[in-house]
Nanobody
């Protein structure tokens, strides 16, 4: 069974940094587009950043210039470097990834990791 596992969340002061990691567990043949989403209390889940297989990236306007998404296909992983964090970045962050396994093409979500920005 293929799963996505996130790590790296926590409590940080405004202006601080965190690095989120997301790794596929299980046997997969290839990884497609990957993305980070977040959901704050009382709000809908929103796209934060995404990265295609060819490395093309796209960011929400609210995080441009502060967050950087990257991937390492050899490690079956994706990362989100978050700098200059603001209280409004507080949310549960989820990783989403497309992949191909012996069962064909599919996509999955991680369990989420809490990011809290507060003094």
């Amino acid at each position: 069974q293929v799963q996505l596992v996130e790590s790296g969340g926590g409590l940080v002061q405004p202006g601080g940094s965190l690095r989120l990691s997301c790794v596929f567990s299980g046997r997969i043949y290839s990884i497609g587009d990957m993305g980070w989403y977040r959901q704050a209390p009382g709000k809908e889940r929103e796209l934060v950043a995404r990265i295609a297989r060819d490395g093309y990236t796209d960011y929400a306007d609210s995080v441009k210039g502060r967050f950087t998404i990257s991937r390492d296909d050899a490690k079956k992983s994706a990362y989100l470097q978050m700098n200059s964090l603001k209280p409004e970045d507080t949310a549960v962050y989820y990783c989403n990834g497309r992949y191909t396994s012996q069962y064909g093409a599919s996509s999955g979500w991680g369990q989420g990791t809490q990011v809290t920005v507060s003094s």
